[in-house]
């Protein structure tokens, strides 16, 4: 103990004198660094558990401007938002910014896992995982993931109805973890080719442990590193991160009658055109319309930005939700208004970026939109649901989590 006093007291001096004197020689961004090593992280972790953590980010902004500085788990930190910082954070060198993922991240996804790659070596891999994530590949797919949603919604349905006394209405005790096993199911079938069985069942328990603590043929070859770390990274990436749409989907769809009324609308006029039991294709797709909070860069030199410096090693912390909750962008920001993604051309670029943006843009971006598409034309075709429970609490660990899971009440329509 008092070992760790005097080294806190020959540190705490020079880190004070390090930060002063380069704040006012090189003009870094209001804000403070608080505590050496531990810094804000723990009032930012406690933010994200209690679902107040953009409401924390938010109170940052007012207080210091689009940039301020503060430390986040052990690392000097400037946090920026707003559209010239996305434009920084998206569409600079790699010799000037670079991806930094947290240690924990690394251990679990490999070293080799596209985030942790950079130049050449991450273009390689990513043209690898784009050859069958483009949508023209998709396109092939779309009857096989509408097949998939199906077959596990009536799973579910069948085994609910044995042991529910209610013989009309099925309950899903909570929609998260049913679409949490949904998207694991469409990315092993779709992606990796394991159809349902004791292998797949295998695998899942074996993916959800490590989230506890693929290839085309290419001209360069993928090592066996690179296929592993990333057959974990899509994993990853595409089974939290979808299932949380479709979840958030379905609770404002039963909050919004207005917008779920338009939103059937549209799926009806679909429906209407198929057979019973036909699946969707991807030209019905082509008619309809943040699980991801932000994220860690690091700069590799002094980068000038605006009136002041972000220093050279300094870990950037990109939050998009800031950008988009900014109502001078986007008129009534809280208001769920799909409406204004119908013309694209109206939002400003760098400003709505729930999926990054240039070299890095999620690669799964048209996959994520086409379970998503898929699943809500099923579900709001076929079934009516309701909320079971009243609040609309949600916290982060660290993807956002609905209150108990979200639980709701669903009950099929009768289908002509
Ligand atoms: C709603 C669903 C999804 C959202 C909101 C989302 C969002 C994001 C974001 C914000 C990034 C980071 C971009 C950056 O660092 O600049 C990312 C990266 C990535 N995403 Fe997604 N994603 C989703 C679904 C998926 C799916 C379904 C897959 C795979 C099938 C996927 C695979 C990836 C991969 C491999 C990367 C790393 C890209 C790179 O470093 O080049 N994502 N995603």
Known sequence: MIALLIIFLL???????????????????????????????????????????????ELRARKYGPISKLNLFGKPTIFIHGQAANKLVFSSDSNSISNQQTQAITLILGDRSLPNLTGQDHRRVRDALLSFLKPESLKKYVGKID??????????RQGKEQVTVMLVALCFPKVLPLMKTLTFNIICSFLFGLERGKQRDQFLGGLQDMIKGAWAENEVLISDDEIVHNVMLV????????????TFLMRLFANDPAVYAAVLQEQEEI????????????????????PIFGGFRKALKDIEYGRYVIPEGWQIFWVASVTHMDDTIF???SKFDPSIFENQASIPPYCYVPFGAGPRICPGYEFARIETLVAIHYLITHFKWKLLCSDNFFSRNPTSFPSKGLPVQITPKKIL
Do not use: C, Y
């Open 147 to 156: 097949g998939e949603i199906r077959q596990h919604i009536e799973f579910h």
């Open 271 to 290: 429906a209407k055109g198929k057979q019973r039991g036909e699946f969707l294709t991807w030209e019905d797709l082509a008619k309809m319309f943040p």
């Open 331 to 333: 008129p009534e920001p």
């Open 11 to 57: 540190v705490f001096p020079i880190f004070l004198l390090l930060t002063r004197r380069r704040s006012s020689a090189k003009g870094l961004p209001p804000g403070s660094l608080g505590i050496p090593i531990i810094g804000q992280s723990l009032a930012f972790l406690h933010a994200i558990r209690s679902n107040t953590a953009e409401q924390w980010l």
């Open 235 to 246: 994993m990853v990436a595409g089974h939290d991160t979808s299932a949380i749409l479709i």
